[in-house]
């Protein structure tokens, strides 16, 4: 590795560490190479999320997005307009990571430039394959897999990840406009969008919560076999991924779906729990029981070298 390519990834590594998130925790439990890769994923889609996000007019904000594509397609094919660029291009090269991912991922955040209305769940899990699963789909080529099932338990994974923000940051979303969860479920229990900017619950809203978190729930399970076929580095740092979520959405559930009063967070008992997961992890505590979809035991290789991946996305 070059100086230079040492560089770009040391610059990568600063963005994650500075954005203080539990993600980058669990980069630590990987080797080197895949941790550095790791780091050049996220700080392209911190990036990305930021430009989405930040207080700029929403015009200002898609030509931002729209030259952040572009440069994009140029780092897939070699050119470089910062250090990011160049860490991301060989994270792709070395873990061939498709780039229809990161295509996918700067098309997700660009929905955000609208007040998000979906009118039916399976609309809210086309933005969440794209904001979170394809960035999932990325992370699982870092972390090494030779199943292809692992793909489609990725994508379910980041749908409940992403349900799980949705569903914490009901209130401070809803106080700017935006409310992520389905329309025609809200009707269905008779909720309106105002009625999320009030202090306290009311039981109509605590029963359409308890079916998002039941929701989340079955989603969490269904992808929990992720685990068993991945790498066992990858594996690790998952596992502490997936905990941490989990125990939001646990949390949640504790607080009967309350999220106005005061911010999830996870506590010292949380944390403690999800790096005790990390650690003692075994794949037999996260299989299915049911033979039907027992899952083959993991067998370690050695990290696959693939081509670039340099087609962009359809959209």
Not at 30 to 52: I, K, V, W
Not at 160 to 165: G, H, I
Not at 252 to 275: A, H, Q, S, T
Request: charged share 30%; glycine share 4%; net charge neutral.
């Amino acid at each position: 590795m070059t100086n230079d390519l040492d560089d770009a990834y040391r610059h990568c590594e600063r963005i994650s560490r500075a954005s203080a998130s539990s993600f980058f925790r669990s980069f630590r439990f990987l080797p080197c190479e895949q941790r550095r890769a790791m780091c050049a994923l996220y700080a392209f889609s911190r990036l990305a999320d930021d430009l989405a996000d930040s207080d700029e007019p929403a015009e200002t904000r898609r030509i931002q997005l729209a030259r952040w594509r572009s440069e994009l397609h140029d780092a897939l094919r070699g050119e470089f307009r910062s250090p990011l660029w160049q860490a991301l291009h060989d994270t792709t090269v070395r873990f061939a990571i498709p780039a229809e991912y990161l295509f996918a991922l700067v098309d997700g955040v660009a929905m955000d430039l609208v007040p998000p209305r979906y009118e039916t769940f399976d609309d809210l899990r086309h933005y969440c394959y794209h904001v979170a699963s394809a960035v999932g789909l990325a992370c699982i080529h870092v972390f090494g897999f030779e199943d292809d099932r692992a793909k489609a338990l990725a994508e379910t994974c980041g749908v409940a990840f992403q349900l799980t923000n949705i569903l914490r940051d009901l209130s401070e979303d809803a106080e700017q406009g935006r409310i992520y969860l389905p329309r025609e479920e809200l009707a269905r229990f008779d909720c309106q969008p105002e009625d999320f900017r009030q202090p306290a619950m009311n039981p109509r809203i605590r029963e359409l919560l308890r079916f998002q978190i039941a929701r989340a729930e079955s989603l969490y399970d269904e992808a929990t076999p992720l685990a068993t076929l991945l790498h066992p580095h990858g594996r690790r740092a998952f596992t502490l991924m997936f905990t941490t979520y989990r125990t939001l959405l646990a949390e949640i559930k504790r607080r009967e779906g309350d999220v106005f009063k005061r911010p999830i967070r996870l506590g010292f008992r949380g944390k403690l729990k999800v790096l005790v997961a990390a650690f003692l992890f075994h794949p037999r505590e996260l299989a299915p029981a049911s033979n039907e979809t027992e899952l083959r035991p993991h067998t370690p290789a050695t990290l696959s070298r693939g081509r670039p991946a340099v087609r962009q996305s359809g959209s």
